[in-house]
């Protein structure tokens, strides 16, 4: 699905069944970001509104695609920039994060970029997901492909070989 960052966004309805809580997850997908941008834009934001939050995946700079997690919707305390990878801009590239335990990673086209802890529950508030911006903020300019949020399995723990199909119903 192509962003052109002036007003397209998708936005699902609050579901308790998006709240990862301390299980096991896996959050993937294709992007191909097609021009560079300036400031911060959002890939991915698990929210319950503009007021609290759970999960972001986006970039503040030029150079990374990052990962910011919280455990009470109103600071980035699971995980605040960690690295999911390098920006690439006009190619397709796989980003993962993953969460096995209390032990989460984030991958790059398969290569592990980043590893930490923490036993904190993120937070559950009636999660919605918004794909291509933030609550009201931060386009994302670019293709968005094969997003998938797996609930209770870590897919990714070593080094893989990202998927070159469209993803079957598992």
Known sequence: MYFDGTGDWLLSTASPNLALGSGDFTIECWIN?????SGAGVILQMSA??????????????SNYVVYISSNGSSWDI?????????ENDVWVHYAL????????????????ATW????SIYQ???????????????????????????????????????????LNK
């Open 33 to 37: 970001r097609s021009t560079p941008a």
């Open 49 to 62: 509104g503009t007021d609290s939050y759970s999960l972001l995946f986006g970039y503040i700079s030029s």
């Open 79 to 87: 995980a605040s920039a960690q690295v999911l990878g390098a920006i």
């Open 98 to 113: 993953t969460r096995q335990g209390s032990t989460f990673k984030t991958f790059r086209n398969g290569i592990q970029q």
């Open 117 to 120: 802890t923490s036993s904190s």
């Open 125 to 167: 508030a009636s999660n919605q997901v918004t794909v291509g911006r933030a609550q009201g903020t931060h386009p994302y300019v670019g293709y968005i492909d094969d997003l998938r949020i797996t609930k209770g399995i870590a897919r990714y723990v070593n080094n893989f070989t990202p998927p070159t199909a469209a993803f």
